[in-house]
C-alpha cells in the first residue's frame, strides 16, 4: 500500500499536452544536431524553464506539474539521440532506398519503452543507494527549486529565462538560414599542409551550436572529445600517410584516410569502454534488482510504501518486457524471415538492451546524459550481433548487416532513453516528485517523440541527404561500416585492435586518477567519441568548453552560469529548427536549389562565429 501523504497535482491535462509538444520539437530538433555534430545534448534545463513560463499564466500552476512536463520533453530529445545514431545506416547502406515512416515509428517506440521499463529496477540502486551525481538533473533540480520559493520572483526570473533562450535562437537560426539556407558562406574553415610526407589538417566548423555543446558538456569533456580528435588527426594520420604515402590534395586525402581507416580506432576504444562500464556496474545492477524485489514483497505484505519511493511495480515491469518480445521477434523476422534466428536476435536484444541501458544510466549519473556517448555501446552490440549473423547466415546474407542495425537501434533507443530517464528521476527525487508517474510520462514521451521523428528524418533527407557532408551523420555512418565491414571482410581489423590498446591505456589512466582523487577523469568512451568525429566538430566544441572554463575562471557565479546554459540551449535550438525549417519547402517542392544563393559573404561566417564566441562569453559575466 502507498502513503496517502498529500501532495501537490503532478499528472494534469495542460502538464500532458505541454510535455507531448515540447518532447515532439525537441525530439526534431536533436534529431537534427545529433545528424549534424555526432553529439546530443540534453533538454531537460531549457524544458523546465520553459513549462515555468508556459504554466504561470495556469491558475494553480506548480513545480509538480513542471517537473512532469520535463520529464516527458527530455524523453523524446533523448530518444532522437536513439533513432538518428542508428536508423540511418539502413539507408546509407542502400536496404531501405527511403525512410519508413511506420518503420521508424515502431523501431523507436518499442526501444524507447524497453528504456523506460529496464531503468524502473535501476532507480534506487543507483539515486537512493549509490547516490550518483546526474549532474543534469542536479540542475534541473535548482532552477525548478528557484522558480517554485518565490512565486513573484518566479515570473520574473521564468520570463528572464524565457527571453533568454528565444534571443540566442533567433541568433543561432538566423545564422543557419543564412549559411544552409542562402549559401552565404561555407559552413567549414579547413586546411592542411605536408611535412616529410605526413599530412597534418586541422578546421573548424562555423556553427554557434556546436560551440554551445562544448559549454553545455564543460572544460573536461571537451578537452577529452578533442584529444579524441588529436589522436587522430595530429598523430594517427600523419604517421599513416608518412607510412603509406597519399596521392592527391593533402586535405582531401586526409578526410579519406580518416574516413576508411583512422575513425575505427574509436571502434576499437569504444567496445572496451563499454565492456569496461559493464564491469564497473555489475555489483549496483544486482543490488537494484534485489531492491525492487524487495519492495514488491513490502507492499505485497500491507507494508506502508512513502509515494515518494513508489516506482511502478516491478512485476507488472517484468510482464510488460515479457510482452515487448512479440512485436520485438516480429520486427526482425520481417527482415530476416526466419524465426529461429528472428529469436535468437530478440534474446540477444533483451541482453543487451538490459546490460547497456544499465551503463547508460550509470554513465549519466558520472558524467551527465549530454556527455554519455551511447553510440559506444551500441557499435559494441552491432559488431557483436554481426558476428553473430555472420556465423548463423554466412557471407551470402543480404539482410544480415540490416538485421544486425535493427538490433543496435532498438539497444540504442533504449540506452539513450535509460541515461536520460535517471536524470529525470534524479530531479523528481529531488523535488519529491512520485516515480511511478514520472515513469508514466516518460512513456508519454516517448510515444510523442517516436510519432515525430520518422517524418523529420525524411524532411531531412529529401532536402540534405543523410550522409552527405551537409549532414554526415557520423554515428550512423560507422555503424554501417561495421556491420558492412563483418559481413564483406573489409572491416579493418588491425584499426579496431589499435584502438582497443587505445582505450585499454586510457582505462588504466583514469583509474589511477581516480585514485588520485583527481577531479579531471578520463572516461574512454568520450576520447572515443572524439577520435571518430570529424575534427571540425571537436573543434569548436572545445572552444566552448574553454568558455565555460574562463567564465568560471572569472568568477562567474551560479546564476551567471545558468545564464550561460540557457543561451547555449537557445542556440542549439534555433540552429537545429531552422535547419529542419530550411529543409521543409525542398521537401516539399522536391527542388534542391529552391534557395537563392546568396554570394560575396564569405568572410562573415567566421567574424560572426567569433561574435556568437565573445557575446557568449561577454554575456556568462554580465552582473
Not at 79 to 97: C, D, E, K, N, S
Not at 284 to 296: F, Q, R, T
Not at 380 to 389: D, G, K, R, V
Request: glycine content about 12%; proline content about 4%; overall charge neutral.
Amino acid at each position: 500500500m502507498t502513503n496517502g501523504e498529500n501532495s501537490l497535482p503532478e499528472i494534469t491535462f495542460k502538464a500532458i499536452v505541454l510535455g507531448v509538444l515540447l518532447s515532439a520539437v525537441l525530439a526534431g530538433a536533436n534529431a537534427y544536431l545529433g545528424l549534424f555534430a555526432g553529439m546530443t545534448v540534453s533538454a531537460s534545463i531549457p524544458a523546465a524553464v520553459i513549462s515555468m513560463g508556459v504554466l504561470r499564466f495556469f491558475k494553480n500552476s506548480n513545480i509538480m506539474e513542471n517537473n512532469i512536463v520535463q520529464t516527458a520533453a527530455s524523453a523524446g530529445e533523448s530518444l532522437a539521440a536513439g533513432v538518428i545514431f542508428t536508423i540511418p545506416a539502413l539507408v546509407l547502406m542502400g536496404y531501405w532506398t527511403e525512410f519508413d515512416y511506420v518503420e521508424v515509428a515502431k523501431i523507436s517506440a518499442i526501444g524507447g519503452l524497453i528504456g523506460v521499463l529496464f531503468t524502473v529496477p535501476l532507480r534506487r540502486a543507483l539515486i537512493v543507494q549509490a547516490k550518483l551525481l546526474y549532474p543534469e538533473g542536479i540542475a534541473t533540480a535548482e532552477v525548478l527549486k528557484a522558480g517554485d520559493e518565490a512565486k513573484s520572483a518566479a515570473t520574473t526570473q521564468s520570463t528572464a529565462g524565457i527571453m533568454t533562450i528565444g534571443i540566442s535562437a533567433v541568433v543561432g537560426g538566423a545564422m543557419k538560414i543564412c549559411q544552409q539556407g542562402f549559401s552565404m558562406w561555407h559552413a567549414a574553415v579547413e586546411g592542411a599542409r605536408t611535412m616529410g610526407g605526413a599530412i597534418f589538417g586541422i578546421g573548424t566548423d562555423l556553427s554557434p551550436a556546436l560551440v554551445s555543446v562544448g559549454y553545455i558538456v564543460g572544460r573536461n569533456i571537451s578537452i577529452l572529445v578533442f584529444g579524441g580528435g588529436l589522436i587522430s588527426w595530429a598523430f594517427a594520420i600523419p604517421i599513416y600517410s608518412a607510412v603509406y604515402g597519399f596521392e592527391g590534395d593533402p586535405m582531401e586525402a586526409a578526410w579519406n584516410i580518416w574516413n576508411t581507416r583512422i575513425r575505427y580506432l574509436g571502434v576499437g576504444a569504444m567496445v572496451v569502454g563499454g565492456i569496461w562500464s559493464l564491469v564497473k556496474l555489475m555489483k549496483p545492477l544486482v543490488e537494484g534488482i534485489k531492491a525492487s524485489l524487495d519492495a514488491l514483497k513490502e507492499a505485497k505484505s500491507g507494508a506502508v510504501v512513502d509515494r515518494k519511493e513508489h516506482d511502478l511495480p516491478i512485476n507488472y515491469v517484468l510482464i510488460l518486457l515479457v510482452a515487448m518480445l512479440l512485436p520485438v521477434f516480429l520486427l526482425y523476422y520481417d527482415v530476416l524471415e526466419s524465426a529461429g534466428v528472428a529469436a535468437v536476435l530478440s534474446l540477444v536484444m533483451m541482453v543487451f538492451g538490459f546490460l547497456f541501458s544499465a551503463v547508460a544510466s550509470y554513465m549519466a549519473g558520472v558524467v551527465g546524459s549530454s556527455n554519455n556517448p551511447v553510440s559506444g555501446v551500441t557499435i559494441a552490440t552491432i559488431l557483436f550481433t554481426s558476428l553473430l549473423l555472420l556465423g548463423l547466415l554466412g557471407t551470402g546474407s543480404p539482410a544480415g548487416a540490416a538485421g544486425a542495425i535493427l538490433v543496435g537501434a532498438v539497444v540504442c533507443c533504449a540506452a539513450a532513453i535509460g541515461g536520460d530517464n535517471m536524470q529525470d528521476l534524479k530531479t523528481g527525487y529531488i523535488v519529491g516528485a512520485t516515480p511511478w508517474k514520472q515513469q508514466v510520462m516518460q512513456v508519454v514521451g516517448v510515444l510523442s517523440g517516436a510519432v515525430v521523428l520518422g517524418l523529420v528524418l525524411d524532411i531531412l533527407h529529401t532536402a540534405y541527404v543523410i550522409g552527405s557532408p551537409t549532414l554526415s551523420a557520423p554515428q550512423a555512418t560507422l555503424m554501417k561500416s561495421v556491420a558492412d565491414g563483418v559481413f564483406t571482410g573489409n572491416l579493418p581489423w588491425n584499426m579496431v585492435l589499435f584502438g582497443a590498446i587505445i582505450g585499454v591505456v586510457l582505462i588504466a589512466i583514469d583509474v589511477r586518477q581516480e585514485k588520485r582523487g583527481s577531479d579531471f577523469r578520463i572516461p574512454v568512451l568520450a576520447v572515443a567519441v572524439g577520435i571518430y568525429l570529424p575534427i571540425e566538430l571537436t573543434v569548436p566544441i572545445f572552444i566552448g568548453g574553454m568558455v565555460a572554463h574562463l567564465t568560471k575562471q572569472a568568477g562567474a557565479d551560479e546564476s551567471m552560469e545558468k545564464r550561460g546554459l540557457l543561451m547555449a540551449s537557445g542556440l542549439i535550438t534555433g540552429e537545429a529548427l531552422m535547419g529542419i525549417m530550411v529543409a521543409v519547402p525542398i521537401f516539399v517542392t522536391a527542388q534542391k536549389d529552391w534557395w537563392p544563393t546568396v554570394g560575396g559573404f564569405s568572410w562573415l561566417g567566421p567574424v560572426l562565429f567569433v561574435g556568437v564566441i565573445a557575446w557568449l562569453y561577454r554575456s556568462v559575466l554580465k552582473r
